[in-house]
């Protein structure tokens, strides 16, 4: 079997450094904490340059130094695709270029293919044969997707009010998944209490080491695309932060092993107003975040009360001199209208939450018209329920075709 180059040489408790051996089955820390995986940086030095990738695959795993998979026999892969940075002018605000990563092209519709290609490609190489988890909607699709690639089992719990096509999506992808009359943290419990009944993988986010490098790729791939220079100023919508975790994690290994150098972006954490737990640690300057009661937002995808690496995301956003915001529904659904119908690209309601995030912020001074910015869209927005339509026409009767003049 051909083996992939890899240069892990172990994982580490993030809170507290305590070290883990690689090639073993692991969740979180004995302090209850997400793993990190640390590789021998001077080996990925020597052992890949920026022109080898010129000739590489246009997908993920043309960053395979950086990732953990040993073997290419375990790599599950749907077509993970490099997602394209659109600039959108007529959004921007000032003298600094205005993008938007649109990770809605990847498999599944949503950047959690990334993660999940990576957990169940590490999975399949552990030799784990059921998997269990928690989701809003499409962390559950994605695991279904590769789940059933790799011939792994899967069974998937999700709030009652998720919606209808990514249960279904979930249900057609071949796992099995059951609706909760809760949120995703008490999805949470039913995984964690059913580990030792039933003996599935929890795959919650952040409870298994691997989702992060899957998330990482958005790091790299942002650095590659901008000819290794990175933008000012990062918006991420942060449910448990795994992307935002997973590109400064990025950031600083290409750092180490200078690929990219100076300022790194400033790492600003996008949340909802009905469900801010990050931004209430940051403004109150605490290392954790505690339990949001009473969660409610249109962007379900960052509805996560409490986030288990809650500490990595304030410290990548304070390390980074970025901030934590939260904006509410309406400038969310506004946001959301205005990326459509002026620059023709239809946003998942995370994605606009970051829009509706850097104009407000633009507009209070926290971020200067000149910074360049990159906004995430983490999903296609045809997943999401759209505003209605009901004009008509009666081939019948006569038509009106002033009507079309003055719309
Ligand atoms: C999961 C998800 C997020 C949040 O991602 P994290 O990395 O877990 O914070 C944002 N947007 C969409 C569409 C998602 O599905």
């Known amino acids: 079997m051909e083996e992939v180059q890899t240069f892990v040489t172990h994982l580490e408790c993030g809170l507290t450094g305590e070290r883990f051996e690689p090639d073993r089955v692991h969740g979180l820390s004995s302090a209850g904490r997400p793993l990190l995986v640390h590789y021998d940086l001077d080996a990925i030095r020597d052992g890949v340059s920026q022109p080898d990738l010129i000739g590489r695959p246009p997908e993920l795993w043309r960053y395979r130094e950086f990732l953990p998979v040993r073997r290419k026999a375990n790599i599950v892969s749907l077509g993970e695709t490099m997602t394209p940075l659109l600039p959108v002018p007529k959004l921007q605000t000032g003298a600094g270029p205005l993008m938007v990563k649109d990770e809605g092209r990847l498999p599944t519709g949503s950047f959690k293919s990334r993660g999940l290609c990576m957990a169940v490609s590490m999975a399949k190489e552990l030799g784990i044969t059921r998997i ?30 998720t919606p209808e096509v990514n249960v279904r999506e979930i249900a057609a992808q071949g796992a099995r998944v059951w609706r909760v009359n809760g949120l995703i943290n008490d999805c949470g419990k039913i995984v964690a209490d059913g580990k030792q009944a039933v003996g599935w993988f929890d795959l919650s986010t952040l409870k298994e080491p691997y989702r992060i490098e899957g998330k990482k790729t958005m790091g790299l791939e942002l650095a590659e695309q901008m000819q290794w220079k990175l933008p000012d100023v990062i918006m991420y919508p942060t449910g448990g932060g795994t992307g935002l975790i997973g590109m400064w994690k990025a950031f600083q290994e290409l750092q180490a092993i200078g690929w990219i150098h100076g300022r790194l972006p400033r790492m600003i954490a996008v949340q909802a107003t ?23 937002t249109v962007a379900t995808g960052i509805r996560v009360p409490a986030a288990v690496g809650d500490f990595l995301i304030l410290q990548a956003v304070r390390d980074s001199n970025g901030f934590a915001v939260a904006v509410d529904d309406d400038a969310i659904m506004a946001a959301h209208r205005t990326c459509a119908q002026q620059e023709g690209v239809l946003l998942c309601p995370e994605g606009a939450a970051t829009l509706a ?37 009666d081939r019948h009767q006569p038509i009106d075709y002033q009507q079309f003049r003055t719309e």
């Open 132 to 161: 269990a988890m928690p989701t809003n909607g499409n962390a559950g699709a994605a695991l279904a997707a590769y789940a059933t690639r790799a011939g792994i089992q899967s069974f998937v719990f999700c709030p009652e009010d």
């Open 274 to 296: 009905g469900c801010a737990p990050i931004v209430r640690a940051y403004e109150a300057g605490e290392r954790h975040a505690e339990l949001w009661t009473n969660a409610h």
């Open 357 to 393: 995030a850097y104009q407000q912020a633009v507009a209070a001074g926290r971020i200067s018209s000149d910074e360049s910015v990159v906004l995430f869209n983490c999903a296609t927005g045809l997943k999401y329920p759209l505003p209605a339509v009901s004009q008509t026409l």
